[in-house]
């Protein structure tokens, strides 16, 4: 467990990278880039960081699961200093395994951390702030005078809250290291008949996690609220999974960063408590999938991996097995495709430029949700 070092508030600059949330943890002498992740069931580092820093990884390899089946291979290992802001651990338990290459940042920073610290996510800011969780007074100055929403804590670690998408009321687990809107856990779409109840979705690769590609159909519902707060035309995901975490039956979904950015968020995990402030990003329209094509970073190229037949993508003549070279006249190639999914978040209307393997492309964005 990561342990504060005192009672004070802290405060730590915070990147937000559309929309996770990234701090910098000090991690034997070297800087390490984790996506303050409140989804996640701990500390996890990849495995190139961890041969950096020397860990020594256990022999026995951990379970573990992504949205859509099974993780690679995780092991567990020991951090002897993990500080991040005011938060110093000695002897950091930590779990090491290796992220997907789409995946930009050096590990996820998990629930030891909120079970050690209460936490205040400044997203319009770019600031997190911190304080032992110990630390009454601390931890009520921290949330702020405003309604709190109950947490209930899952068996497996996940923090839940209550809301409501289109009159679909349950439990949704919060999720600041997911980039979409929200997702409909694949057995609730099934027995609640949602295919049926939103008519036809886009149905296509929606994002890469350590259990694979994730696959949905996407549509908009009308509003989702959660809390007092009432947010217009949200993107939903209706998961396709059959294993991994977005297979479970056990609560309703999962609320992401794309709708927790647009709040300045106050988090008490040890007592159950969530504060949500609306910021100025409260009243943004949601943005759908505007491409139409998923790629994968295979560690010597990017190469798209699933193309849909009525995108955008399809249009330009992107195929499958296409080597994605440059995007507006950047060069890419492998562990730089994050300049590539910024120029894809683009406002509808907007070209984007292609060099592929077969040779160049423009794409025009377009909503398609």
Not at 37 to 65: I, M
Not at 202 to 207: E, F, Q, Y
Not at 355 to 365: C, E, K, Q, V, Y
Request: hydrophobic share 45%; with cysteine; glycine share 14%.
């Amino acid at each position: 467990m990561v342990l504060p070092a005192a009672s004070d508030l802290w405060q730590v600059p915070l990147r937000i990278e559309d929309p996770y949330p990234i701090v910098t943890a000090r991690l034997q002498g070297h800087d390490a880039a984790l996506v303050l992740d409140t989804g996640a069931d701990a500390t996890v580092l990849d495995v190139r960081l961890a041969r950096l820093l020397g860990l020594a990884l256990s022999d026995g390899v951990v379970p573990g699961s992504g949205g859509s089946g099974p993780s690679g291979e995780i092991r567990r290992a020991v951090v002897p200093h993990f500080a991040v802001g005011g938060a110093v651990g000695r002897e950091q338990p930590v779990y090491v395994t290796a992220f997907p290459r789409e995946f930009p940042w050096d590990g996820v920073l998990g629930a030891d951390f909120l079970r050690a610290c209460a936490i205040r996510i400044r997203y319009a800011e770019g600031l997190l702030d911190g304080v032992a969780a110990t630390a009454w007074q601390g931890v009520r100055q921290l949330l702020g005078p405003g309604p709190l929403l109950p947490l209930r804590r899952h068996a497996s670690g996940k923090l839940l809250v209550e809301a409501e998408v289109d009159g679909i009321a349950g439990w949704f687990s919060i999720d600041t290291g997911a980039g979409q809107a929200v997702t409909l856990f694949a057995p609730a779409v099934q027995r609640l008949a949602l295919r049926t109840r939103w008519g036809p979705g886009v149905r296509m690769a929606t994002g890469v996690t350590t259990g694979g590609v994730d696959h949905a159909d996407c549509v908009r519902a009308q509003a989702l609220r959660l809390g007092g707060h009432l947010l217009q035309r949200p993107v939903v995901e209706l998961s396709l999974a059959r294993a991994g975490l977005f297979a479970t039956d056990a609560w309703l979904g999962n609320i992401g960063g794309e709708v927790l950015r647009r709040f300045d968020l106050g988090l008490a995990a040890s007592e159950g408590r969530l504060a949500l402030t609306p910021n100025a990003a409260f009243g943004e329209a949601f943005p759908g999938p505007r491409a139409g094509f998923i790629w994968r970073d295979t560690g010597q190229v990017l190469q798209v991996a699933e193309v849909l037949a009525d995108g955008p993508a399809a249009a330009a003549g992107l195929r499958v097995g296409d080597v994605l070279r440059e995007v507006n006249g950047l060069p890419i190639g492998s562990a730089q495709g994050w300049a590539l999914r910024t120029a894809l978040r683009a406002a509808p209307g907007s070209p984007v430029r292609l060099l592929t393997s077969a040779g160049p492309r423009t794409l025009i964005l377009r909503e398609m949700v």
